[in-house]
């Protein structure tokens, strides 16, 4: 459901290159064509309105299981603030003040997981009545399976679509099986260009400037996914005796993190070389993630009708 532009880290994983020159262009840049061109195409939902969608499914989904005679609940737990992604490069340091990477929501959201009442209440069904419940939400073993070809011939992903789950896909995109074929196709295009990304001369030289910022600081660090494994490994060590310690220095460290971001204009330099390297696959793909964004913003547009925007 998430797009987030700027997570470089799950592309570093990537094993599959990407095809073309590295070399400077002028695509991109103010007056450019490849800009007057981008600048017409259906923008990426933010992503308070993907939360917002989100928020609408689940209403949605709750509603028609009701309908169907089962309980079933929203998860509303984060508030707005709270649900902020933390993308590879993280540039808001009041937000890093306040929550640091956001370790604490993490723990947070793993909690009402584990406490899962839609799992629990499913649980408590007497056999007959949970597969029943079963294909109320989502159809069942009868349910269509929805099929979306990775880009790069690199695979299949499949999902299963039927019951209230497809019912509430279909209030707010009109067409599940193309929202699903076309997001898997927009959300796995870093898989094409991550390897190269990652070594483009523009984007490493920004994160060389971040980690000389960042020494300056006194935190030694070659990028900003090296100082959240960093963290994180603080705080599995420190443990809950000492959480209070932890999360004293994840915040320290976010907030330098954000602040050499901004001193270094890190953000600007990333999504820019990402925007260059997605452009140069558009006459392959950007069909697709017209569509798809165009059926998210049909979406939002349902899902201010449907729920109200979290505080």
């Given at each position: 459901m998430r797009r987030t532009l700027m997570s470089l880290w799950a592309v570093v994983t990537v094993v599959t290159a990407a095809t073309g020159c590295?070399?400077?262009?002028?695509?991109?840049?103010?007056?450019?064509?490849?800009?007057?061109?981008?600048?017409?195409?259906?923008?990426?939902?933010?992503?308070?309105?993907?939360?917002?969608?989100?928020?609408?499914?689940?209403?949605?989904?709750?509603?028609?299981?009701?309908?169907?005679?089962?309980?079933?609940?929203?998860?509303?737990?984060?508030?707005?603030?709270?649900?902020?992604?933390?993308?590879?490069?993280?540039?808001?340091?009041?937000?890093?003040?306040?929550?640091?990477?956001?370790?604490?929501?993490?723990?947070?959201?793993?909690?009402?997981?584990?406490?899962?009442?839609?799992?629990?209440?499913?649980?408590?069904?007497?056999t007959s009545r949970r597969a029943a419940f079963d294909i109320a939400l989502d159809g069942g073993d009868d349910a269509r399976i929805l099929t979306a070809p990775l880009p790069g011939?690199?695979?299949?992903?499949?999902?299963?679509?039927g019951g209230c789950t497809e019912e509430a896909e279909r209030e707010l995109y009109g067409d599940p099986a193309e929202w699903f074929r076309t997001g898997k196709v927009a959300m796995s295009l870093n898989g094409l260009y991550g390897e190269e990304l990652m070594k483009d001369r523009q984007l490493t030289a920004a994160i060389?400037?971040?980690?000389?910022?960042?020494?300056?600081?006194?935190?030694?660090?070659?990028?900003?996914?090296?100082a959240r494994d960093a963290l994180r490994v603080n705080t599995s060590r420190l443990g809950e005796a000492r959480a209070d310690e932890a999360f004293a220095a994840e915040r320290k460290t976010a907030v330098a993190d954000a602040t050499c971001a901004r001193e270094t204009s890190l953000r600007t330099v990333a999504s820019a070389r990402e925007t260059y390297y997605e452009d140069r696959l558009h006459d392959r793909y950007g069909k697709d993630v017209d569509t798809y964004r165009r059926l998210g913003q049909q979406a939002y547009d349902r899902a201010v009708r449907i729920v109200p925007e979290r505080d």
């Amino acid at each position: 459901m998430r797009r987030t532009l700027m997570s470089l880290w799950a592309v570093v994983t990537v094993v599959t290159a990407a095809t073309g020159c590295t070399g400077d262009t002028d695509a991109g840049k103010p007056g450019s064509a490849t800009t007057a061109a981008r600048q017409t195409r259906p923008q990426p939902l933010t992503w308070q309105q993907e939360l917002r969608v989100n928020d609408a499914q689940q209403r949605l989904t709750k509603q028609c299981m009701n309908r169907q005679g089962f309980d079933y609940w929203e998860d509303r737990t984060l508030t707005l603030r709270e649900s902020r992604p933390v993308r590879y490069v993280q540039d808001d340091v009041e937000w890093a003040r306040t929550y640091g990477y956001g370790g604490r929501i993490d723990a947070k959201s793993q909690k009402v997981r584990e406490s899962n009442p839609i799992g629990t209440y499913r649980a408590s069904l007497p056999t007959s009545r949970r597969a029943a419940f079963d294909i109320a939400l989502d159809g069942g073993d009868d349910a269509r399976i929805l099929t979306a070809p990775l880009p790069g011939g690199s695979g299949e992903i499949r999902k299963r679509s039927g019951g209230c789950t497809e019912e509430a896909e279909r209030e707010l995109y009109g067409d599940p099986a193309e929202w699903f074929r076309t997001g898997k196709v927009a959300m796995s295009l870093n898989g094409l260009y991550g390897e190269e990304l990652m070594k483009d001369r523009q984007l490493t030289a920004a994160i060389a400037s971040w980690s000389r910022c960042m020494k300056k600081a006194g935190h030694s660090y070659k990028d900003p996914q090296a100082a959240r494994d960093a963290l994180r490994v603080n705080t599995s060590r420190l443990g809950e005796a000492r959480a209070d310690e932890a999360f004293a220095a994840e915040r320290k460290t976010a907030v330098a993190d954000a602040t050499c971001a901004r001193e270094t204009s890190l953000r600007t330099v990333a999504s820019a070389r990402e925007t260059y390297y997605e452009d140069r696959l558009h006459d392959r793909y950007g069909k697709d993630v017209d569509t798809y964004r165009r059926l998210g913003q049909q979406a939002y547009d349902r899902a201010v009708r449907i729920v109200p925007e979290r505080d």
